[in-house]
Each structure stands twice: as C-alpha cells, then as structure tokens.
C-alpha cells in the first residue's frame, strides 16, 4: 500500500504561481510512476501531469503544457506541481496519484492506470 498527501493548495489571482506537494508512504520502492489530475465543479476528474519514478520521463495535459511543471525527489518520495500563469479555469481539487505498475506512454493520461490517491487539495484562482 502507498499513502499519498497533498499540500500546497489555496487562493490566489490569475497569474499567480504556486506549488503542490505530494508526500507519499508505504511500500514507495516499488512505486513506477506517479502523477497529477484535477476534478472541476460538474467536470469529469482530468489527468494533469506524470512523471515515470526512475528515468523522470514527464507527460502533460494540453492545457497546463508550458505553465505547468512536475518533478520529484525521489529520496523525501515526493513529488511537486509547480503551477505557473494560473488560470480561473484551472480551478479544481488536485488529486495526487501514484502506480506500481509499468505504463505505456499513452496510458499515464488515464485514471484507470493508477492505483493510489491522496485526498486532493483545493486549489482556486480568481479572475
């Protein structure tokens, strides 16, 4: 099993910057990739950003590609969104998640590819 908490949301304006963190615990050796997805008021929760554990291979949804930047240290196992140029639309409840199994490139934009989430942060930009 792996735990996973997120960190870092709030309110701010539209331009503005900030970072998610995701601490995650619990059986993270075996952990393959890890990933960001959001879910809007009335919207289907969509996939944000990944980043595959070993080789730190990154992959972005359209909408944030340029504003939005994954990373990880994997030795505190945390893994970061840094949100640049935010959006009102961006508004919406992150979601951290994580998979222990190996991925297809195209397969990281599905939720159904990964086995662990944390319960989500609020993050809301106002116009």
């Known amino acids: 099993q792996v735990q996973l908490v997120e960190s870092g949301g709030g309110l701010v304006q539209a331009g503005s910057s900030l970072r998610l963190s995701c601490a995650a615990s619990?059986?993270?050796?075996?952990?393959?990739?890890m990933g960001w997805f959001r879910q809007a008021p009335g919207k289907e929760r969509e996939f944000v950003a990944a980043i595959r554990s070993s080789a730190g291979n990154t992959y972005y949804a359209d909408s944030v590609k340029g504003r939005f930047t994954i990373s990880s240290d994997n030795a505190q196992n945390t893994v970061y969104l840094q949100m640049n140029s935010l959006k009102p639309e961006d508004t919406a409840i992150y979601y951290c998640?994580?998979?222990?199994?190996?991925?297809?490139?195209?397969?990281?934009?599905?939720?159904?590819?990964?086995?662990?989430w944390g319960q989500g942060t609020q993050v809301t930009v106002s116009s």
């Open positions: 998640t994580a998979t222990n199994r190996g991925l297809h490139p195209g397969l990281y934009v599905l939720r159904t590819s990964y086995d662990y």
């Open positions: 619990g059986r993270t050796s075996s952990r393959y990739a």
